[in-house]
């Protein structure tokens, strides 16, 4: 008896057995069922709620900063954080201003914000990877250095003076109904998943994530990719700077100011563990939605926004939280189990 224990306790299955109750198990079913539930309510709580002309406008709420969620999942996958997002929006704006006072058109204007992004991206890169800094010191750092650029060559102006042609980017519609943005950021959603689950780049993603010292062993460039997630990230703010000014039709140094504590809450809220190693991007699109929604209605209701910022940090705590505490009781079950094996033996 003790023999046919021992060969079982080493049996190790290929794959999961599938059951319809692990699909209703799986945290983005569960954001799902809460996107429906918010739903229920606003539609209860708001007679405006369900407008659909509202509803696509709401979108824009959340739409820049959905798009940098992409990569920073990317990022805390593999154990980093990039909390300067904000402030490199802040200071692509701030160039893109350079520019339109210069008389740069469109075309121009676009590469400035990209360029400016990636930039900042490579130099959050090469302190970590290159110089072997922690993550979240170096873009604490960058978080004010940036900002702090935009302040000593704006200081308390603003520019105006953009091109009309760059108003579509931020504010136009597409089949005069989805605003541009939303459209962009499905699409890109779209490219970050197929990266991230069906191709090698994302198995060696959660490889870093999941045990970087193995990995590199293993033979994957570790501080490679974690440099290329930083330029992604710094791009994708480039672009969100680009949307933001658009919609805006104006640049100020405080510009998408407080953004990093809600582009981190919706990655994590989406499952992506903030000791990386997990998450997926159709959590990550899901979260986004479903904050957005609160928000929504959160502004409906005139609920002041105060009121939003100590929701959001309150659900960026709980998420991080709770994924924490389940590990931690079901390594104490696992132990438990073990112990139990060990002495019917």
Same mark, same amino acid.
């Given at each position: 008896?003790?023999a046919?224990?021992?060969?079982?306790? !080493?049996?190790?299955?290929?794959?999961?057995?599938? #059951?319809?109750?692990?699909?209703?198990?799986?945290?983005?079913?569960?954001?799902?069922?809460?996107?429906?539930?918010?739903f229920?309510?606003?539609?209860?709580? #708001?007679? /405006?709620?369900?407008?659909? !002309?509202?509803?696509?406008?709401?979108?824009?709420?959340f #739409?820049?900063?959905?798009?940098?969620?992409?990569p920073?999942?990317?990022?805390?996958?593999? @154990?980093?954080?990039?909390? #300067?997002?904000?402030?490199?929006?802040?200071?692509?704006?701030?160039?893109?201003?350079?520019g339109?006072?210069?008389?740069?058109?469109?075309?121009?204007?676009?590469?400035?914000?990209?360029?400016?992004?990636?930039?900042?991206?490579?130099?959050?890169?090469f302190?970590?990877?290159?110089?072997?800094?922690?993550?979240?010191?170096?873009?604490?750092?960058?978080?004010?250095?940036?900002?702090?650029?935009? /302040?000593?060559?704006?200081?308390?102006?603003?520019?105006?003076? !953009?091109?009309?042609?760059?108003?579509?980017f931020?504010?136009? !519609?597409?089949?005069?109904?989805?605003?541009?943005?939303?459209?962009?950021?499905?699409l890109?959603?779209?490219?970050f998943?197929?990266?991230l689950? +069906?191709?090698?780049?994302?198995?060696?993603? /959660?490889?870093?994530?999941?045990?970087?010292?193995?990995?590199?062993?293993?033979?994957?460039a570790?501080?490679? /990719?974690?440099?290329?997630?930083?330029c992604l990230?710094?791009?994708?703010?480039?672009?969100?700077?680009?949307?933001?000014?658009?919609?805006?039709?104006?640049?100020?140094?405080n510009?998408?100011?407080g953004w990093?504590?809600?582009?981190?809450?919706?990655?994590?809220?989406?499952?992506?563990?903030?000791?990386?190693?997990?998450?997926?991007?159709?959590?990550?699109?899901?979260?986004?939605?479903?904050?957005?929604?609160?928000?929504?209605? +959160?502004?409906?209701?005139?609920?002041?926004?105060?009121?939003?910022?100590?929701?959001?940090?309150?659900?960026?705590?709980?998420?991080?939280?709770?994924?924490i505490?389940?590990?931690?009781? @079901?390594?104490?079950a696992?132990?438990?189990?073990?112990?139990?094996?060990?002495?019917?033996?």
């Open positions: 008896m003790s046919t224990r021992e060969t079982e306790r !080493y049996t190790v299955a290929d794959k999961a057995k599938w #059951s319809v109750w692990s699909i209703f198990q799986t945290w983005e079913v569960i954001l799902l069922t809460l996107l429906v539930f918010v229920i309510v606003n539609s209860n709580t #708001s007679p /405006y709620f369900l407008n659909t !002309y509202n509803l696509a406008d709401a979108t824009f709420n #739409s820049e900063k959905a798009i940098i969620a992409l920073m999942a990317l990022v805390i996958i593999m @154990r980093d954080i990039d909390i #300067s997002v904000a402030s490199i929006i802040a200071l692509c704006s701030m160039l893109m201003g350079l339109a006072e210069a008389g740069i058109g469109v075309p121009g204007l676009i590469m400035i914000g990209l360029a400016g992004g990636v930039a900042a991206g490579m130099f959050n890169g302190l970590v990877t290159g110089l072997g800094l922690p993550a979240i010191v170096v873009t604490i750092g960058t978080f004010t250095l940036f900002r702090g650029i935009a /302040y000593v060559v704006l200081g308390d102006g603003a520019v105006t003076t !953009y091109p009309a042609g760059l108003r579509f931020g504010q136009g !519609y597409v089949f005069g109904i989805i605003p541009f943005e939303f459209i962009l950021f499905l890109l959603a779209m490219v998943g197929v990266l689950h +069906f191709t090698v780049i994302g198995r060696r993603i /959660y490889a870093i994530g999941n045990n970087p010292i193995a990995a590199r062993f293993t033979g994957i570790v501080n490679r /990719y974690r440099f290329v997630a930083f990230v710094g791009m994708m703010a480039g672009l969100a700077a680009v949307l933001l000014t658009s919609r805006i039709g104006s640049t100020r140094p510009i998408a100011l990093e504590l809600e582009i981190i809450t919706m990655v994590v809220l989406g499952g992506v563990n903030i000791l990386g190693g997990s998450g997926t991007i159709p959590g990550v699109v899901i979260a986004v939605l479903l904050v957005g929604m609160v928000t929504f209605g +959160f502004g409906l209701l005139n609920i002041p926004g105060i009121i939003m910022t100590v929701f959001i940090g309150s659900l960026l705590i709980i998420t991080i939280s709770i994924p505490l389940v590990q931690r009781l @079901r390594d104490r696992r132990l438990r189990a073990q112990q139990a094996e060990v002495g019917t033996d």
